[in-house]
């Protein structure tokens, strides 16, 4: 079975940095591509960051470009998302979701972390 | 950026009732769309992609259709786990976005 499982989240104080990690497992993480999406409490969907199978392209949702950085390890078996200059409107669910079909729908989710930026 | 757009935003229905859901695109998107369902606490599920396409195990009583700027997702008798938010996403750019949801609860 595909199962996505994130980690990372936490309660962090405004202008601090998080990395939250998704990791894989029934698949390879390198015939996915991979992308984050958040959700606000009471909030919408969010889609935030981008990353396709061989890493090659890389894209980010204006709300977090410059400070939120998407990667891969090279054993392709986990997924991660380094925050950085956080603010209190990146308090989230943050969820990381796979398209296994490469045509940029998301077919599998993990259960989502929970991000709160406050001091 | 492709803005979206869902209508209504709440839904009040009953079993058994059909239910429409749309949503609209700033730009068109020819059939590059996808449908999720949400359950409080829940991560979304995907129901349909490319605006029409069932997703294996997704219930046939969910469909999609459109294409270009408009699209609909149609339950066509609600039943009682069908109670949920349900989200439309645009994928025909690179910067993807979601609708706002559609709030689905009991009349």
């Known amino acids: 079975d595909v199962q996505l499982v994130e980690s990372g989240g936490g309660l962090v104080q405004p202008g601090g940095s998080l990395r939250l990690s998704c990791a894989a497992s029934g698949f390879s993480l390198s015939t996915f591509s991979m992308n984050w999406v958040r959700q606000a409490p009471g909030k919408g969907l969010e889609w935030i960051s981008y990353?396709?199978?061989?890493?090659?392209?890389?894209y980010y949702a204006d709300s977090v470009k410059g400070r939120f950085t998407i990667s891969r390890d090279s054993a392709k078996t986990s997924l991660y998302l380094q925050m950085n200059s956080l603010r209190a409107e990146d308090t989230a669910v943050y969820y990381c979701a796979g398209d296994s079909n490469s045509d940029n729908y998301f077919d599998y989710w993990g259960q989502g972390t929970l991000v709160t930026v406050s001091s | 950026d492709i803005q979206m757009t869902q209508s209504p935003s709440t839904l009040s229905a009953s079993v058994g009732d059909r239910v429409t859901i749309t949503c609209r695109a700033s730009q068109s998107i020819s059939s590059w769309l996808a449908w999720y369902q949400q359950k409080p606490g829940r991560a979304p599920k995907l129901l349909i992609y490319?605006?029409?396409s069932l997703q294996r195990g997704v219930p046939s009583r969910f469909s999609g259709s459109g294409s270009g700027t408009e699209f609909t997702l149609t339950i066509s008798s609600l039943q009682p786990d069908d109670f949920a938010t349900y989200y439309c996403q645009q994928y025909n750019s690179y910067l993807f976005t979601f609708g706002p949801g559609t709030k689905v609860d009991v009349k």
């Open positions: 990353i396709s199978g061989t890493s090659s392209k890389i």
């Open positions: 490319r605006a029409s």
